[in-house]
């Protein structure tokens, strides 16, 4: 009797210590609980534990996965440097692009209709209410770190009312490498590949390699418009300075930035560039974009802009209506012809330039000039002669005396 009455009687005591221990801790936790109740509560809250950091961990996991749709492998994911609020679900960034196989050979392979989807996606978050985009194109040699792309997007922020353009700008890379930068600096990124060229350095003027990439513009551009989507396309060497949309010309299909201007934006003689463009998506303009990027079977050798001086004469343009118009460089200008009065200037290009360090040297002279000027009171500004200190590095009697061709008898790029 002794043996059996003892083995409840310690076993009950070992009970009694562990509940009370267990108890005493619940009473710290949650106040004075019942030892049972407080068991239940005790794992309800261990239970929602896990089940929280699962969702969590799974939550990052896909996001992780969204980002990796769109970069190749092996490929560091950069952190993009925007707010909070666009990455909540409903405001997801516009960071998409093609997808790049690891296999050279298989690019361009990807369903056509995936590509459009991906673009079209992007155009989207970037439109304005009219459905108008601005875009610029970016490679590896000026998406460097305090490079060409920095002072495009500083422009943008000390312009007098051209930050909130910055809402409605489309950078489209060119490499994996510019791609990379675009998603830390900006919110819509987009991939552009053209088969079997690498576009990361600075580019060769009129090699293989720089004709296609200028002709890959053409008919990218070309897609755009058939979208739906009306254009502004801007060299990244170009700074914005002013809003352009009050001097644009209306009833104009085609409007078009030039290297010299003569003074009437119907003649055809002017001088166009093609760094800066303001295309309205109709059947005209689609019309012409088609028209322009099949002529360069009929101009082999030549780039986009030298064969746009020659069919701008062509009857195809009137016989389709379309309405070609020339910007003036009081309002748009370039080195190679600068606008004269900063109260009317709206952009400035950084063309005729001979090399990538020149470009960058006249560029920051030139963002300078500007926050000098805008520092300004507004009735010195009405009242002053300011102009600018560029062309220095870039000045055209400089590239008059440089030898364009190089070694290899192939032009060097000129801006």
């Known amino acids: 009797m002794k043996k059996s009455i003892s083995r409840p009687v310690t076993f009950q005591r070992r009970r009694s210590t562990a509940a009370l221990t267990r108890s005493a801790v619940l009473k710290l936790c949650a106040g004075n609980m019942l030892p049972d109740s407080g068991a239940f509560v005790f794992r309800a809250l261990a239970f929602l534990f896990f089940i929280s950091a699962g969702v969590f961990f799974w939550f990052v996991l896909f996001r992780s996965a969204h ?13 993009p440097r925007a707010a909070p609020s666009s ?18 050979s298989e690019v361009g392979n990807s369903p056509p209709e995936n590509e459009e989807l991906r673009l079209e996606r992007v155009l989207k978050d970037a439109a304005m209410e009219d459905h108008t985009v601005i875009l610029t194109t970016l490679n590896e040699a000026w998406a460097a770190p305090d490079s060409v792309i920095d002072l495009f997007l500083e422009s943008f922020r000390i312009g007098d009312h051209t930050r909130r353009y910055l809402n409605h700008l489309v950078i489209i890379a060119l490499d994996q490498k510019a791609f990379a930068r675009c998603l830390i600096l900006h919110t819509h990124c987009f991939t552009l590949v053209t088969e079997g060229v690498d576009f990361s350095g600075e580019a060769y003027f ?26 502004i396309f801007s060299d990244a060497d170009i700074m914005w300075f002013r809003d352009p949309f009050p001097h644009f010309l209306p009833n104009a299909d ?33 019309e012409f974009y088609k028209f322009w990027y099949s002529s360069r079977e009929t101009y082999p050798g030549l780039h986009d802009q030298d064969v746009l001086n020659i069919i701008k004469f062509d009857p195809f343009i009137m016989n389709i209506g379309l309405e070609m118009r020339f910007l003036d460089t009081a309002h748009f200008g370039g080195l190679c ?27 920051r002279i030139m963002l300078q000039d500007w926050k000098e000027y805008m520092s300004l009171p507004p009735s010195l500004k009405r009242s002053s002669e ?5 062309p220095q590095n870039c000045s055209l009697d400089a590239l008059q005396s440089i030898q364009l061709y190089d ?9």
Not at 206 to 231: A, H, P
Not at 254 to 271: K, M, T
């Open 337 to 363: 012809e600068p606008s004269k009065d900063l109260n009317l200037v709206s952009t400035m290009h950084a063309n005729c330039c001979f090399g990538l360090e020149s470009k960058l040297h006249d560029l």
């Open 386 to 390: 300011a102009t600018w200190r560029v």
């Open 254 to 286: 085609f409007q078009i930035a030039c290297d010299h201007f003569l003074g009437d934006p119907y003649n055809v003689n002017n001088r166009p560039n093609g760094g800066f463009n303001y295309v309205k998506s109709n059947n005209r303009s689609i």
């Open 206 to 231: 009129m090699t293989s390699d720089y004709l296609k990439m200028m002709w890959r513009r053409i008919d990218f551009l070309r897609s755009v418009l058939e979208m739906g989507y009306n254009f």
């Open 87 to 104: 990455f909540n679900n409903n405001n997801w960034p516009a960071t998409f692009g093609l997808i790049l196989p690891s296999d050279p």
């Open 67 to 79: 980002y990796s749709l769109y970069l190749p492998f092996p490929f560091p994911l950069p952190v």
């Open 407 to 415: 070694s290899k008898d192939k032009y060097l790029q000129t801006g």
